[in-house]
């Protein structure tokens, strides 16, 4: 079990911005939904409240887990084999639109969808995370029994910059990964994918030639992928992208981002007041609850309720940044290091797709926006970095 001493460093502070963010996702679904003809709008507060009690649960069990955070590192092959096994599930027994009965890239469980592509981040960050990490390890002398054996921790012994050999693997996994997903089609959440593993890559101390070779491969392709999303058929990419570029010839596009402005807009100093805003409630912003959730917020509770959840995201960063610096090893590091890049990257790009900076790419606002598999995803990061932290030597 877990020592009374290593409760002293868990991190409360990080734990209570996560319950804090929760509920002000809750609150701000509720009104977002508040003026719906539909009851199961109306109710989605309800779902999200439910899981972000089992999210708290969940951060809880992942700090107090009998064994350290290390031993996720053993079954990296696990973790991936895992996300691969439910990318490619979807495309044979997801989730169908009911009008096209296209592939939407969720499994329908009843209670709530669940979209694989979430829990396939956390996995990438421990499979990337145990290769780029490169840990040479022994194992301590064995302890209490879990699951009938015993007990052992691995520890690292010496640290190593990643070679070429890590780089080339990692990069690969993720880009497995992300065309599974892409291919859903989701093009911003196979971004998030991207945008974790170079966080990992970044943090692993990488060799500088091997960040530029990145960066080069990066903006090289993207020609072929404009391209093959053509040959594909994903039209709806190209209007995003070329709605953003010029909104004015795509009446959709324009209409989204137009009634974003006018809500962000008309909230001012203190806002409109919670349930008051007339865009959100007259229902003229389209997904309120999950895409535009930052506009329905910005009109009700105004310049000075936008800059208090800011202020929250903030202090996250920081206490995740913290237990970064004192990780007891570069696995922890890495773990830690994806889940900062998920919930930032997630927060970047939705934020700017409501102030018209970035295409409209329908990622949601983490903690916030309602969404069962991003918020369980969430949670799961934060609990692995409890976990973390409760082992960090100072």
């Known amino acids: 079990m877990i020592q009374t001493r290593s409760w002293r460093r868990f991190d409360f502070i990080l734990l209570l911005v996560a319950i804090l963010l929760t509920v002000y996702g809750v609150v701000m679904i509720y009104n977002a939904n508040q003026g719906s003809p539909d009851q199961t709008l109306r109710d989605l507060w309800r779902r999200q409240a439910i899981l972000g009690v089992a999210g708290i649960g969940i951060i809880f069990l992942l700090a107090a887990f009998p064994r350290e955070y290390q031993w ?14 439910l990318l490619v599930l979807v495309f044979f027994i997801g989730a169908r639109d009911e009008v096209t ?58 640290a190593e910059r990643p070679d070429f050999t890590s780089y080339l693997t990692s990069g690969a996994m993720t880009l497995a990964l992300a065309a599974l997903v892409f291919m859903q089609p989701d093009m911003a959440t196979a971004a998030v994918l991207i945008a974790t593993w170079l966080a990992m890559l970044f943090e692993s101390d990488m060799p500088l030639r091997y960040l530029i070779l990145t960066v080069t491969a ?51 100093l203190w806002g409109k007041g919670l349930g008051q805003g007339t865009q959100s409630q007259l229902r003229y912003l389209p997904v309120r609850h999950t895409d535009f959730i930052f506009a329905v917020t910005a009109e009700e509770l105004g310049f000075i309720g936008i800059m208090l959840m800011f202020v929250l995201f903030l202090i996250l960063f920081l206490r995740l940044l913290r237990i970064i610096t004192f990780a007891p090893d570069s696995f922890g590091r890495m773990l830690v290091t994806g889940t900062l890049a998920i919930i930032l990257f997630q927060l970047i790009v939705n934020i700017g797709m409501n102030l018209g900076l970035l295409p409209i790419a329908g990622l949601p606002l983490p903690f916030i926006s309602y969404g069962p598999a991003a918020l369980l995803t969430t949670m799961v990061g934060i609990g692995i970095a409890e976990n973390v932290a409760m082992h960090q030597q100072r």
Do not use: C
Not at 235 to 242: A, F, Q, T
């Open 218 to 268: 990066g903006l090289a392709s993207l020609y072929p992928m404009w391209k093959l999303t053509e040959m594909l058929g994903f039209e709806y990419m190209h209007k995003r992208v070329l709605g953003f570029l010029n909104p004015s010839n795509d009446l959709n596009v324009k209409y989204q981002i137009r009634q974003a402005f006018i809500a962000i807009g008309s909230g001012r």
């Open 101 to 158: 009965h296209k592939m939407i890239g969720w499994f329908d469980l009843g209670i709530f969808r669940l979209q694989p592509a979430f829990p396939a981040m956390i996995l990438l960050t421990i499979s990337g995370g145990a290769i780029l990490s490169r840990r040479r390890r022994k194992r301590k002398p064995p302890a209490s029994p879990l699951f009938g054996a015993p007990k052992t921790s691995m520890v690292e012994t010496t």
């Open 72 to 85: 996720l590192g053993d079954f990296w092959w696990l973790a991936y084999l895992v996300a691969v096994i």
